[in-house]
């Protein structure tokens, strides 16, 4: 993930500097500056340093944010954290001292529309190293066949644009229904026997 967020941060950033920066920290990665980042709403005046931290099963909470600090250079700062942060977190405070950050939620809504704007693809690579003949793979191959996605009828840029709405933010979503196929007899007091099937 760490890569793909460089990736996408050379896109959108101004003059991205990604010099080796010896941080002693194994949670907090240093991901580059930039002198500008159009996503980021409240931008500072000068440049900004990018962090990225990995996924984890804590919160990213204040004692971690307090250790990383005291050997952060001074400067702006925006942290990607791919872990939620801890409630207790006043995330108020650290914005005042020019300390943003971005969540899974924050961070994947910026991928999406990344996406939807056709600035990064999706690809899916298949690891060779799954069994085929295993009866589990084939449960979950059984079910994923069943499972239809439908692309966009219609292409939200290009509609705003259309509509003079180019300037409004929008947040990409998954729908997801169930299709139910329901199969019967009904039988006859002859015994005559009459099969309905319908899908709702």
Not at 43 to 64: A, M
């Amino acid at each position: 993930m760490e890569s793909e967020i460089r990736n996408l941060i050379k896109l959108r950033g101004e003059n991205f500097h990604n010099q080796n920066y010896d941080f002693p920290s194994i949670d907090f990665n240093f991901i580059g500056k930039v002198d500008s980042l159009q996503d980021l709403k409240e931008f500072p005046s000068k440049s900004l340093f990018i962090w990225h931290v990995c996924d984890g099963i804590t919160k990213l909470n204040n004692f971690e944010i307090e250790r990383w600090s005291v050997d952060a250079p001074s400067g702006n700062h925006l942290i990607i954290s791919e872990r939620f942060i801890d409630d207790n977190l006043n995330l108020e405070n650290y914005r005042k001292n020019k300390i943003f950050f971005w969540d899974p939620n924050e961070l994947s809504q910026w991928f999406g529309k990344a996406i939807l704007n056709k600035e990064i693809r999706l690809s899916i690579t298949k690891d060779n190293n799954i069994d085929d003949a295993t009866s589990e793979f084939n449960e979950i191959r059984s079910i994923d066949n069943s499972i239809l996605t439908l692309k966009p009828n219609i292409e939200i840029s290009i509609w705003l644009s259309n509509k003079g709405l180019s300037g409004i933010t929008y947040t990409p979503i998954l729908l997801s229904s169930k299709l139910w196929e329901i199969d019967g007899e009904l039988i006859g007091p002859e015994g005559l026997i009459e099969k309905k099937s319908g899908r709702s």
